[in-house]
């Protein structure tokens, strides 16, 4: 299995749309612009876990960041609370962090 960044892009997505749930129409716009700002950030992550050139501490660290910074994204939009804000960024973030640990095991 390879990773797909588009793919696990769209699973980020759902699993916001899932978590802002009745506030989707207001959130989609942001936070599909956030997601695609952050794809190359994203794919370097992958790529340097996947390839063994960071360790998975440091991986889980920079996810820690990510997480925080798209809290603080979702923040911006003023019509969810900040547990919405917090379960949205945890969700989509996890999708990810699920995603390149299926791509190592695949690797391995």
């Known amino acids: 299995m390879n990773f797909d960044i588009n793919e696990v892009l769209f699973q980020m997505t759902d699993a ?38 960071i360790s998975q501490a440091r991986f889980d660290s920079r996810m820690e960041d990510e997480k925080l910074i798209a809290e603080a994204e979702f923040h911006a939009i003023a019509v969810i609370s900040k547990a919405i804000a917090q379960k949205a960024a945890n969700a989509a973030i996890d999708i990810f962090q699920n995603a390149v640990k299926a791509a190592i095991t695949v690797a391995t």
Do not use: C
């Not at 989609?28 to 992550?45: C, G, H, M």
């Open 16 to 53: 916001i749309k899932q978590n802002v749930a009745e506030n989707w129409d207001e959130v989609k716009t942001p936070a599909n612009n956030f997601l695609q700002n952050r794809k190359e950030r994203y794919t370097l992550l992958a790529d340097l876990l996947i390839n063994k050139e």
